[in-house]
């Protein structure tokens, strides 16, 4: 009998393979005591750092990749109102460790040990005007240069010196407020152009000098940008959430000015980001509630999945979808189309489901709240 009923369930698992139940994985490590926070891990070779916020004190913790904790100090006052938590993920470049806190102060530390090199107050030293929701863009680091957002009406934009944070020079910008977006540098025609987001507006500026190239004001006053614009081979993607969709621009040779080329209202993804594969944009749209993918050479619908909305990441030759639900997709895109390879949910954890999960050194990190989940990342296309 008992014989009899295994052999019957073989072939109902066999005819009906949906019935099988998917064995959710197991993390190498888990890692809890963070305090609360949406920023991801920095990784090194060695070690990973992560921050978190405890009684309205910002801190920085650094892990081996046993799980150890090799330090952890103070980087100043984070954001405790509306998602109080850490926001802005941490930048490690060389022997340095780089913080904002949502209050607006930068710090600067030694990797090896947690010591603090030097600090600069957004809103105190630069006299920055704070966003709606804390500070949430880390610095951008080029050479020996960190560029910065205070969002002041004088000090808009700053460039600062990486090893001393003296200021190297400013931009009124156009005055308003930050986004939520972190610097971007790029190299067009052997220029380099910093890019970065206001409230309401994109801007181009020398990055060597501060002068202001060009501006370009968002159609819809609502969201405040979150996305990392995106370059490619003299063109710029951007994608500013519900009301403003996504865009492309054609970069002029000199870089001192910008032209439309298309634009697509219905990708919209808000804070979840975006990337480029190919000749493909891929992203969740907020209206439609999936994740969709468009051509970057015509702005046009390609391909959906249902998987509700989230952060994307590119990850090797796959994209990691991390959804506000806490499930998290493994997909392979082709061509606009995207294919699950895995899926698995996240239940360790607190708060919102918010962080952007990161893919270093063959693993897998996901943030959830005053949680740490590091997965080995080809187990989990193999599993």
Known sequence: MKQGLVSWLLVIFI????LMVAVEPEPELVISGLGNGYSSPAVSHDRF???????????????????NELWKTTCGKEWITSYRGSRASPVVIGNQVYTVSGMGEITCHSADNGKRLWKAGMIEDLHGVNAVFGYSMPVTIEGERIYCIPGGP?????????????????????????????????THNGRKILIVYSELAMH??????????W?????????????KPVYSEGFLYLVTGPGNGAVKFEISKDGASLKKVWSNIQ????????????????????????????????????????????TTVAAYEELVLYNQNGEVAIVKPDRGNMTVLRSFSVTEGTNEHFSHPVIAEGKLFI????????????????G
Not at 49 to 67: P, V, W
């Open 49 to 67: 750092f992560i921050t978190g916020e405890k009684e309205g004190i910002g801190y920085l913790f650094a892990y081996d990749y046993l799980g």
């Open 154 to 186: 004088d000090t808009n934009i700053a460039c600062l010196d990486r090893f001393t944070g003296k200021i190297i020079w400013t931009s009124a910008g156009n005055g308003e407020p930050p986004g939520y977006v972190a610097p971007l540098i790029i």
């Open 267 to 310: 990708f919209d993804t808000y804070f979840g980001g975006f990337v480029k594969i190919g000749d493909y944009l891929y992203g969740s749209s907020q209206g439609l509630r999936k994740w969709t993918s468009i051509s970057a050479e015509t702005g046009k619908s390609a391909g959906s999945l249902s998987f509700r909305v989230g």
């Open 204 to 213: 181009g500026l020398d990055a060597e000098t501060g002068d202001l190239l």
């Open 15 to 18: 005819t009906y393979p949906c």
């Open 215 to 227: 501006t370009f004001d968002l159609a819809f006053k609502g969201e405040v940008p979150c996305n």
């Open 367 to 382: 943030r959830h709240g005053e949680t740490l989940l590091v997965y080995n990342y080809r187990q989990l296309l193999e």
